[in-house]
């Protein structure tokens, strides 16, 4: 990561210290949003048995076959729902108490979550699993509408890409953790689940106190607090003691005195020249999760046994694709400093709609002639298909509202985006499931359709970003579909 950022101490672009923020809110706030995401597929069976066994003492409950699956339904999806009810209200806590101390509260939120699954076994307590399901949903939500904002407003604009991918490879990686803490051989087995679960206390913890120490936004200083004496300090730490500040500081002068009054969800949502920009952010967060990714990792195993390999083959071929998804996800700020906007959305979103194709017929007709040679075919088509979502739907669809919108709407729309993200991730574990009894290998169709809607939306609308100013890119979109990007 080094190599590629070029870091220098001049705060011309990459400086030590936002490479140590970008860093430490990763691994102490992002990793955990995709720790959770991951972390009960392995142990699921063992959580179920302990929940049949505590229903009828502690509840006076007998509990059928079907009530029981019903219940870990509730378990698995309150985490989103938790998600879509922190997304409505993630806009208002970014302004409230700041970019940083949005990630604190997650912080502080994560670690009350932690403690309620290390002992909600020795509590015999479904309410204390529950809860922590839930509020770490509503903190994720803060998280993935905060992390991107933060560290987009730390950055020059010469780097606003490569900075706005630490939240993508953040999810990813912990999306990894989450499937090689889970194994039985490690702590996702009977005796300690509980751990497995709570694991990413740790990483939670070790990362607050240097979070603290950490400057706020100079924009959301200057702009939302109107401390610019705090915000000339806040940019003169990040960008080096011997670097010139004041035209940084002009320009946050000259933004105040434009500032648009439309600050609240129902301001945003009537302006007519945000609806286009709100449109792409909100479109780009739902098809990063309609796209299939979510149900390739939710389902993988099941995948990849009705492709024919053994179970214990099948969670090791699990765990490779875990990695495969992470190290191209370390490809996202080399490409987002080299490469425009548009071309990589264009190409991933392609790319997806065709590797999703492939993948569907090759299973469609491996479980018609029972080749094995097709099994392997089809896991060709999972690879592709994850690098064509890491070139551009991953990395992109996080941080392309704080490159769209100016400073005044930036936040409803980002709060927005994720809602957008948390619905449609509900909506993939909910009719995934269904599709697949359905549809059997095909049921990844839709998901190549919504690829292929999100390839002529950006085609059509999204103007290109790198290296702009969102007040350069807004007179592009003012007129919404009527827009010539051009």
Not at 307 to 315: D, I, N, Y
Request: proline share 4%.
């Amino acid at each position: 990561m080094v190599v590629i950022m070029h870091v220098n101490d001049a705060g011309q672009g990459w400086t030590w210290l936002l490479l140590v923020i970008c860093l430490i809110t990763t691994v102490g706030t992002t990793v955990p949003v995709g720790y959770f995401f991951g972390v009960l597929n392995a142990p699921a069976e063992i959580i179920k048995s302990w929940c049949a066994d505590i229903l009828p003492s502690e509840y006076d409950t007998i509990s059928s076959g079907n009530q029981l699956n019903l219940l870990w339904t509730c378990i698995v999806s309150i985490y989103l729902i938790g998600g879509i009810v922190g997304s409505c209200f993630a806009a208002w806590f970014t302004d409230r108490y700041g970019r940083k101390g949005c990630l604190i509260i997650s912080s502080v939120m994560l670690l009350i979550c932690g403690l309620f699954f290390t002992w909600c076994r020795a509590a015999k307590s479904l309410e204390m699993l529950m809860t922590a399901r839930f509020f770490g949903g509503i903190a994720s939500a803060f998280i993935v509408t905060a992390h991107p904002m933060y560290l987009l407003e730390l950055a020059p604009v010469s780097i606003s890409g490569s900075v706005g991918v630490f939240t993508c490879i953040g999810i990813t990686g912990g999306i990894l953790l989450s499937q090689i803490v889970s194994m039985p051989q490690v702590l996702g087995n009977e005796e300690h689940w509980p751990y497995a679960l709570s694991f990413y206390g740790l990483l939670v913890l070790i990362c607050l106190l240097p979070l603290l120490s950490f400057p706020e936004s100079p924009r959301w200083l200057y702009l939302v607090k109107a401390d610019a004496d705090k915000s000339a300090m806040a940019l003169q730490r990040l960008r080096g003691k011997q670097s010139n500040v004041q035209q940084e500081l002009n320009d946050l002068e000259a933004t105040l005195r434009l500032k648009s009054k439309s600050s609240s969800m129902w301001q945003v949502l009537r302006d007519k020249e945000l609806f286009l920009p709100l449109l792409l952010v909100c479109a780009f967060q739902a098809t990063q999760q309609l796209s299939g990714v979510n149900a390739i990792f939710f389902y993988s195993l099941s995948i990849l046994t009705e492709a024919g390999f053994s179970t214990q083959a099948a969670t090791w071929l699990n765990m490779s694709i875990g990695g495969f998804n992470l190290l191209t996800s370390l490809l996202g700020p080399l490409l987002l400093r080299k490469f425009d906007r548009r071309p990589l959305m264009i190409n991933s979103c392609g790319l997806c709609a065709l590797s999703l194709a492939g993948m569907s017929f090759s299973l469609y007709y491996m479980l018609s002639t029972l080749s094995n040679g097709l099994s392997y075919v089809s896991i060709l088509f999972i690879l592709t298909f994850i690098l064509g979502f890491q070139l551009g739907l991953g990395p992109i669809a996080y941080f392309i509202g704080s490159e769209l919108l100016e400073d005044a709407p930036r936040p409803v729309a980002m709060s927005m985006g994720s809602l957008f993200s948390w619905t449609g991730n509900f909506l993939v574990g909910m009719c995934f499931p269904l599709l697949q009894q359905v549809w059997s290998s095909f049921a990844f169709m839709p998901c190549m359709c919504v690829c292929i809607l999100c390839l002529i939306l950006t085609w059509r609308y999204l103007p290109e970003t790198r290296g702009r100013e969102p007040k350069d890119v807004k007179p592009l979109m003012c007129q919404g579909f009527r827009s010539k990007i051009n």
